[in-house]
């Protein structure tokens, strides 16, 4: 095999999606054990990256759990900072004759208008990652493009990082 005789120990094939690798039913399993050779998949190969990547699916959940939690915490802040800067205020409102249903109204008000502020921004990122991401499935080189676009800025590493297709496009 490619003029190497009994020199050659593998192929490496790298899918486009980590699933693919996975898949034991695919027919390239069996396509490609023929002839004496043995198509393995990483799974069989080294078992421990399937525990990694479980176990990082579940570090995500995790770190999101926190990551709302922070959020959480900020914004009850944020509104109570609001309502402790503002005691003298709300003083002199219940003084010239503003209900405490009134006062509630306005402290409820304000709390619903920053969170339509925080949903209309989030839903904005949102749809721009993806965008982004939909771009990155669709061409290699934005992928990779998208992938270090701080090192890109930060180090030039554009042509360290980016196959040699890619920096003929972009150059």
């Not at 999606?17 to 080294?46: C, M, V």
């Not at 208008?113 to 982004?132: D, E, N, P, T």
């Amino acid at each position: 095999m490619l003029a190497l005789g009994n020199g050659v120990h593998e192929i490496a094939i790298k899918f486009t999606d980590t699933k693919y690798g996975r898949d034991k039913a695919l027919p390239f399993w069996d396509g490609y054990s023929r002839h004496g050779n043995q198509a393995s998949s990483w799974t069989e190969i080294l078992p421990q990256l399937e525990a990694t990547f479980e176990m990082i699916k579940f570090s995500r959940y995790i770190m999101g759990v926190m990551l709302f939690g922070v959020v959480v915490f900020g914004v009850v802040n944020t509104l109570f900072m609001s309502l402790y800067e503002r005691m003298f205020e709300f003083g002199v409102l219940r003084a010239i004759g503003t209900r405490p249903s009134g006062m509630a109204q306005l402290i409820l008000f304000e709390a619903g208008a920053l969170a339509i502020l925080s949903i209309v921004f989030g839903v904005m990122l949102g749809f721009a990652q993806l965008a982004r991401e939909k771009l990155a499935s669709e061409n290699p080189c934005w992928r990779t493009r998208a992938a270090w676009p701080i090192g890109e800025l930060l180090w030039g590493q554009r042509h360290t990082s980016w196959p040699q297709s890619c920096i003929a496009e972009y150059s």
